[in-house]
T-cell receptor, first 115, second 117 residues
Framework: QKEVEQNSGPLSVPEGAIASLNCTYS??????FFWYRQYSGKSPELIMS????GDKEDGRFTAQLNKASQYVSLLIRDSQPSDSATYLC???????????????FGQGTILTVHP | GAVVSQHPSRVICKSGTSVKIECRSL??????MFWYRQFPKQSLMLMAT?????????EQGVEKDKFLINHASLTLSTLTVTSAHPEDSSFYIC?????????????FGEGSRLTVL
C-alpha cells in the first residue's frame, strides 16, 4: 500500500462547479497535511495546510481532514480554467531520524476545468 | 516571504560531465532542505534530505556518490550530478523548511530541468 494515495484522474469539471480532490494516507501518526498545486513544467506551490480534524477554508479552497479515516480532501469552489493543474497531497512524516519532517507526496490528481 | 531560489532553471550537458544545481532560501534560514526528482507525468520522488553542517541522508536506491549534496550554510544547498548520463535527465526540485516556523510546510524552488545528451 502506498503511503499517500490519490486518484490520478483526470478530473474534469465545468467552470463554476465544485472540484473535489481526495487523498488517503497510511501512517496513523501523521500530523500535518498539505495540498500543493503544480502547473505543467513548474514546481509545486503550497495552497493549503491543515493540522486538525475538520474543515479549513481559505478563499475558494476548503481542506477537510478526518484522522480517524486517514482521509484528507480539497474542495475548490467556483472552479476556474486557471485552476487546471495537478494537485498534490502531501503528508508530513513523524519526528525522529535525520529525515525529520520530510513530506511524502501522493501521485497527484490532474484537474481540468473547462469553460 | 519564504522564497526559495533555484539555479540554473535549465541545463543541457554532454554525457559524462557533472552538473551543479544551487538552492537558496532568500528570506529565511533553512536547517533542512530536501531534494526531489520528478519524471514526466510522475509525482515527486524524494532523493535526499540535506542537513546544514552534516552529511545528507539519501533515500533508498539513490546513489550518494552520484548525487553529491552539500549544505554549507543555513541558506544554501547544492546538488551535483556527477558523470551524468541520459537516464539522469529529469526535473530536479529543491525545497526548504523555514526553521522559524513550526507548521512544517515546505517551500519549493523553481526547479531545474536537466537534459543529458
Amino acid at each position: 500500500q502506498k503511503e499517500v494515495e490519490q486518484n490520478s484522474g483526470p478530473l474534469s469539471v465545468p467552470e463554476g462547479a465544485i472540484a473535489s480532490l481526495n487523498c488517503t494516507y497510511s501512517d496513523r501518526v501523521s500530523q500535518s497535511f498539505f495540498w500543493y498545486r503544480q502547473y505543467s513544467g513548474k514546481s509545486p506551490e503550497l495552497i493549503m495546510s491543515i493540522y486538525s480534524n475538520g474543515d479549513k477554508e481559505d478563499g475558494r479552497f476548503t481542506a477537510q481532514l478526518n484522522k480517524a479515516s486517514q482521509y484528507v480532501s480539497l474542495l475548490i469552489r467556483d472552479s476556474q480554467p486557471s485552476d487546471s493543474a495537478t494537485y498534490l497531497c502531501a503528508v508530513k512524516v513523524g519526528a525522529g531520524g535525520t529525515s525529520y519532517g520530510k513530506l511524502t507526496f501522493g501521485q497527484g490528481t490532474i484537474l481540468t476545468v473547462h469553460p | 516571504g519564504a522564497v526559495v531560489s533555484q539555479h540554473p532553471s535549465r541545463v543541457i550537458c554532454k554525457s559524462g560531465t557533472s552538473v551543479k544545481i544551487e538552492c537558496r532560501s532568500l528570506d529565511f534560514q533553512a536547517t533542512t532542505m530536501f531534494w526531489y526528482r520528478q519524471f514526466p507525468k510522475q509525482s515527486l520522488m524524494l532523493m535526499a534530505t540535506s542537513n546544514e553542517g552534516s552529511k545528507a541522508t539519501y533515500e533508498q536506491g539513490v546513489e550518494k556518490d552520484k548525487f553529491l549534496i552539500n549544505h554549507a550554510s543555513l541558506t544554501l544547498s547544492t546538488l551535483t550530478v556527477t558523470s551524468a548520463h541520459p537516464e539522469d535527465s529529469s526535473f530536479y526540485i529543491c525545497s526548504a523548511r523555514d526553521r522559524g516556523r513550526t507548521t512544517g510546510e515546505l517551500f519549493f524552488g523553481e526547479g531545474s530541468r536537466l537534459t543529458v545528451l
